[in-house]
């Protein structure tokens, strides 16, 4: 069973950065691994993902150039740094676990159907 822990949301001003960790106890390697965020009364958004060993990785087109998505294999730890934040990433941000390989099998990325495993979720704010 892998379990996921999100740290590092909080408030910032428009155009500051934040970074986000996602700290994961179980297997990683060979697994996508996922940003996704969430604002109440939308659906959930993929953000970013990585293939964990083959450190290919995936971009919304509303983040590319600002968002990087990382992993430290050693700390079995996924990372989302975030510039040039704007009020509209302001979200609910979660971490998920994709041991399928939907992203390298079927590019989709994207889709929360295929994260098997989530964490509880990090908020961030971002003020105009």
């Known amino acids: 069973q892998l379990q996921l822990v999100e740290s590092g949301g909080g408030s910032v001003q428009a155009g500051g950065s934040l970074r986000l960790s996602c700290a994961a106890s179980?297997?990683?390697?060979?697994?996508?691994m996922g940003w996704f965020r969430q604002v109440p009364g939308k659906e959930r958004e993929g953000v970013a993902a990585?293939?964990?060993?083959?450190?290919?990785?995936y971009y919304a087109d509303s983040v590319k150039g600002r968002f990087t998505i990382s992993q430290d294999s050693a700390k079995n730890t996924l990372y989302l740094q975030m510039n040039g934040l704007k009020p509209d990433d302001t979200a609910m941000y979660y971490c998920?676990?994709?041991?399928?390989?939907?992203?390298?099998?079927?590019?989709?990325?994207?889709?929360?159907?295929?994260?098997?495993?989530w964490g509880q979720g990090t908020q961030v704010t971002v003020s105009s």
């Open positions: 998920a676990a994709d041991p399928t390989r939907a992203c390298i099998l079927t590019h989709d990325w994207n889709k929360p159907y295929n994260y098997n495993y």
């Open positions: 990585i293939y964990v060993g083959g450190h290919i990785t």
């Open positions: 179980g297997y990683t390697y060979s697994t996508c």
